[in-house]
């Protein structure tokens, strides 16, 4: 069979680990999805979560000392599934961090083992 039998299909880059793989996802007429563009085997459950868990990119603010404002705006580098968005805003509001502080210096490493960092916002 030729292509467009797929009902959709999403461009989505791994975050599993550095290599950062950009991964195709086509979810078939029959509701299995076919992952193509992973070098390895997680690569697959990364790209079929990413199509089947909401999940978002996370803001929030953590305390910050010795700055002009009382809390520093703070992001995720990548997207955190619904469920775990408590417990991540949970360990934003126990995160204090000390000015100066650049922009896109990372707060939190992988936070919660989501293989994702949270950065700074903005600069203070
Ligand atoms: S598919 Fe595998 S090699 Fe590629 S970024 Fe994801 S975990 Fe790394």
Redesign the pocket.
Known sequence: MFGGNFMSTIKK?????????E?TIEKDIDDSYIVT????????D??IKAMTTPSRILTGRVLLKNGNMGRLPVKTTGVVPEDRIEECLAIFNSTTVTAPIKMGTIIIENILDLNVDVIAARKA
Do not use: A, E
């Open positions: 880059t791994c975050k599993v680990c550095p290599v950062n793989c991964l563009g992973n070098n390895c085997g997680r690569g697959v990364y790209g």
